[in-house]
């Protein structure tokens, strides 16, 4: 399940760090070999890993929650993370770890090692070649930094969702996720359940500046606590986050405790002052235990959790 501590996708603003870091270390220079030892993680046949051999790095980009090598002759090394896929930075020649290793990238300063703590091995890696079939791989989503009031909200109302899965379906924005979602609408003071064709005008617009300037924040912010060196457990969880991973932690806005919905193995973080109006939201494994009593408050929840155990 999500929660503190644990691996998380990165999203944005952690993919806007990873390429900061890799800039200066890879772009304009030469792959000199690619090393890949996990079978799982090559998800193409053509292009082959030795044509990357001898070409230089000439464009480093994000495709969603995608980090995207541009390379020489118009090939494209596309990497998707997934929750546990994380880069790191070795010296030249490194070997690649035996139990968490997929691949290295060997350049002459060091080699960029792809590694993932994880007995499910999600992470992937295209070889494609031309900008065609690199757009392939394009969820199609806009991009939450770019993207005009209006075509934000056409793109917002296009299906009538929640707020939540609107924010996370890369179909319709770029690069969000579980965690950074939960920031963005706590910042916006908006439901996650609230539906996407029932905002207000007022209302689109304030998620959008809220996304705009919570995804800006983040990725300045991380890219100034990492400062020069590499990057080290990249996650889309920080502790000085404001909803994500606070369950029953006071609201940084108002205090009151962050309450959660929980579906499958992902959770959902909001404040019943700031986004509901005071109204819990039905949580299914809670909902399930208390059936009728599920309570309608903060204030009723935090009485029954207060109540002494019933005698058996």
Not at 145 to 159: I, K, N, Q, S, V
């Amino acid at each position: 399940m999500d929660g503190r501590g644990g691996h998380q996708l990165p999203e944005l603003p952690e993919v806007t760090l990873y390429l900061h870091a890799l800039r200066p270390r890879i772009l304009e220079e030469r792959i000199e070999r690619v090393r890949i030892v996990s079978p799982s993680l090559l998800k193409t046949f053509d292009p082959t890993p030795a044509e990357l051999h001898g070409k230089s790095v000439e464009t480093l980009s994000r495709l969603g929650k995608r980090i995207v090598l541009g390379v020489e002759e118009d090939l494209f090394a596309v990497i998707h993370l997934m929750i546990a896929g994380r880069f790191q930075w070795r010296r030249p020649g490194a070997a690649v770890p035996r139990k968490r290793g997929h691949a290295a990238f060997d350049f002459a300063r060091g080699t960029l090692l792809l590694t993932e703590a994880s007995t499910h091995k999600r992470a992937s890696l295209h070889l494609v070649r031309g900008e065609a079939a690199l757009m392939e791989l394009d969820p199609g989503g806009i991009e939450p930094l770019e993207a005009p009031a209006d075509l934000f909200a056409a793109a917002l109302r296009r299906e009538n969702r929640t707020l939540k899965r609107a924010l996370t379906d890369p179909r319709i924005l770029s690069g969000i996720g579980n965690a950074h979602s939960d920031e963005i609408l706590l910042r916006a003071r908006l439901s996650p359940v609230q539906l996407t064709r029932r905002l207000s005008d007022e209302a689109v617009e304030r998620l959008r500046a809220a996304t705009r300037s919570s995804l800006t924040e983040w990725s300045a912010r991380l890219i100034e606590e990492a400062g020069d060196n590499f990057p080290a457990k990249v996650t889309a969880f920080h502790p000085a986050m404001s909803a994500h991973g606070k369950y029953r932690e006071p609201c940084d806005q108002c205090g009151t405790p962050i309450q959660r919905i929980v579906y499958a193995t992902r959770e959902t973080n909001y404040c019943p002052a700031c986004q509901t109006g005071g109204r819990l939201l039905a949580d299914r494994a809670l909902s399930r235990l208390l059936g009728r009593d599920w309570p309608r408050s903060v204030e009723e929840l935090e009485e029954l959790r207060r109540a002494p155990e019933p005698e058996s």
